[in-house]
């Protein structure tokens, strides 16, 4: 589990840092399966979804966040400035930002963007993604970059951002993905684009689905140990490798599953149930047998 930072240096401090985490735990789960996650460890993905654990994010987590959300404003309107080209941030048809779905709705994702006349394919859209990292981790960037060139640059330096790239092109219909990079505050940015590969797109999306379709079936983990360097800091390592318990909910429950629309129905009851009824259950529980 992630230990909560609380910053003791100083009172007034401290005392926003623990507000951020107090709003940030009383959020409600999400309540699809994110594409945005679709390379983390599918058993990861599964408890998440399920909300097996309360999900806890420290301050220093929320900054970095929050910081990220801002710069992708910043980055966008740098961007919409540009002569020659075109960036969307919202969907035309909807006035949203642009959604992905699949699995009934159940799976989901939602671009940060589209670019119509990038100079390097004025012909072929992008879908556009806004990453804002620390200093570390956009040097690294950079130097795969130059090594490597920039088609082979997502997958080298985050496997999780280029298999949302894949899905984001496989259920767009997308053929190119462009992602930006700043460092943090955005004094510094670079980019590359990506090209779509089609089958293993394909059996990232099928993995996801399966989920749904399979959701009393305990997905593969990566890792056998829970000091492998994915499972250290995992939220539900205690769940996946030491037989915690999982929290008490209809997501966690044998009577529900997940339904198109997207809707959970409880075969118990035979009800369909909403976010609410959802998160706080019922007498009649029983845990799912893959979470034993």
Known sequence: MVAIEINEGDGLLAAADAEMERRETAKPPRLHLGMSGGGYCPR???????????????ARGLCAID?????????????????D????????????????????????????GV??????????????????????????FRKLK??????????????????????Y??????????????????????????????????????????????VGELPERVAETPKAPDCMWCDYKDICHEGAPVARNCRTCSFAKPVDGPQWLCTKHEKYLDAGEQAAGCEDYSKREAMA
């Not at 990861?44 to 420290?58: D, E, F, K, M, V």
């Not at 130059?146 to 899905?167: H, M, P």
């Not at 940015?189 to 996801?208: G, N």
């Open 44 to 58: 990861r993905q599964w408890y998440g979804w399920l909300w097996a654990a309360p999900r806890s994010i420290p």
């Open 67 to 83: 910081d990220g959300n801002r710069g992708e404003d910043v980055i966008a309107a740098r961007l919409q400035a540009a002569p």
């Open 85 to 112: 080209a075109s960036l969307l941030t919202r969907d035309p048809e909807t006035g949203r930002q642009f959604e992905v779905v699949d699995a009934g709705g159940h799976v989901a994702g939602h671009m940060d």
């Open 115 to 140: 670019v119509y006349g990038h100079p390097a394919a004025p012909k072929t859209p992008h879908v556009w993604e806004c990453k804002v990292v620390n200093q570390r981790k956009f040097d690294a």
């Open 146 to 167: 130059a090594k490597d060139g920039e088609k082979a640059t997502l997958r080298q330096w985050d496997f999780v951002y280029w298999v949302q790239a894949q899905l």
């Open 169 to 214: 092109m496989l259920h767009g219909g997308y053929k190119r993905h462009w992602t930006t990079v700043a460092s943090a505050g955005c004094r510094d940015w670079d980019s590359c684009r990506t090209e779509f590969v089609r089958d293993e797109a394909e059996y990232l999306a099928e993995r996801m689905r399966s989920m749904v379709e399979n």
